[in-house]
């Protein structure tokens, strides 16, 4: 063990250098307004022909006995003539870091690059784990397959190039919806903040498909560590109802975890599936009710900025007063490259963390952004992970 290291933050070497990068990006040249938006979209099945441990619950061992429902890959990219970008959300707990290590290797043959793609996942606590290669990976996530990481990435590099087949010229709008009854603060109770909107970005086409990219503040956490069955959890019950056969509003529907830290889902129901199809029956008969008003407008504006983290040691705090070693951390945990990532979609801007993000947060933000006149999505798990 050695001292936990009390100098305040803003006399720290990594709080200097953050300043500096920080000056560093808000330099840099806005890009020219693009010639018109063009989007397409597409999916690749994630569920693996042979069993895997699932991630998100330490407690639970073994391998997933059962597909519940399958998970997937989703992309949609979005080109304005001078800058093409990816967004990714992912079926799975987090955006593993080994995951993201191998994407920068392969997005460039089909085009892409690490730097133009906006990472995400569902956070389910019910997915493909076996992707975590040290000791603290391996509790959450089970015993590491380089199959399971290599089958990730190649969905996503899947995904990504057969969305970039469909583009097609595109209008843009956002709007939120309030779902207080879904949320609540699973650390701090009834006098904790809580994060209680569902934020919406509607794309469509002049072709007439559209599609709908949701992020909402609930842990994925409807099913328990007693069950083993490989699932979205609710946001792909949300999913799946969204682009409901008949249903002429969305054709391709996305969920992104938003700030998920201390948010638990608060539908009350003590048989876990239920729990989950509630939720999820919940959210989208709030969104449906406002999903035909969202504004559409032309808008070809299109940015996307990365911002590394400059962290300090790492403080695994064993007592009051005591931290572990900075090197048996690295040992048990790793070290990984992480970013903030910004992605500007029209007037909306949207936030990418390496970590479960507070929901506790996102009001502060949410005000400044709309002084601003823009709208805010926080999302998290970006492709690294620095913690809770």
């Known amino acids: ?35 018109g938006l063009r989007a397409g979209w ?13 991630a998100g619950y330490g407690n639970r061992r073994g ?14 990219v979005l080109d304005n003539g001078g800058l093409r970008v990816a967004l990714v959300s992912v079926d799975l707990l987090i955006v593993p870091p080994t995951v993201t290590a191998q994407l920068k290797k392969k997005l460039p043959a089909i085009g892409f690059s690490l730097a133009r793609t906006y990472l995400a996942a569902t956070h389910s606590h019910n997915s493909l784990g076996a992707w975590g290669e040290r000791f603290i990976g391996q509790v959450f996530a089970g015993q590491y397959d380089q199959r399971v990481v290599d089958h990730i990435t190649n969905s996503i590099v899947k995904a990504v190039d057969a969305a970039q087949q469909q583009l097609a010229p595109t209008q843009v709008g956002y709007d939120r919806v309030a779902a207080p009854e879904f949320v609540y603060n699973r650390l701090l109770g009834e006098g904790g903040a809580e994060d209680p909107f569902v934020r919406l970005l509607k794309l469509r086409k002049t072709t007439g498909e559209t599609a709908l990219l949701c992020t909402y503040a609930a842990h994925a956490t409807c099913l328990s560590a007693a069950q083993k069955q490989l699932s979205r959890d609710y946001p792909g019950q949300l999913v799946d109802a969204l682009e409901k056969k008949g249903r002429a509003s969305v054709d391709f529907a996305v969920f992104m975890a938003g700030a998920v830290g201390s948010q638990g889902p608060a ?19 709030k969104i449906e009710q406002q999903l035909e008003q969202i504004p559409l407008r032309a808008d070809s504006t299109l940015r996307m900025l990365s911002l590394p983290l400059a962290l300090r040691e790492p403080h695994w705090k064993l007592a009051k007063n005591w931290r572990m070693r900075p090197w048996l951390y690295g040992w048990l945990y790793g070290y990984y490259p992480s970013e903030i990532k910004a992605l500007r979609i029209g007037n909306t801007v949207l936030l990418g963390t390496p970590c479960d993000f507070s929901g506790e947060l996102v009001r502060d933000f949410d005000a400044v952004c ?12 970006n492709g690294g992970y620095v913690g809770y």
């Open 63 to 76: 391998n997933f006995e059962g597909v519940h429902d399958s998970i997937f890959a989703r992309a949609i």
């Open 1 to 35: 063990m050695v001292p936990i290291d009390r100098t305040p933050y803003q006399r720290m070497a990594y709080y200097q250098r953050e300043k500096t990068l920080l000056r560093q990006l808000a330099a840099q040249p806005r890009p020219r307004p693009g010639a």
């Open 42 to 54: 597409a999916k690749v099945n994630l569920t693996p022909a042979y069993a895997t441990p699932t």
């Open 370 to 381: 709309r002084q601003k006149g823009v709208d805010l999505m926080v999302t998290s798990f």
């Open 267 to 285: 539908e009350p129901n003590p048989d876990d599936f239920r729990q989950m199809r509630s939720l999820a029956t919940g959210l989208d008969q």
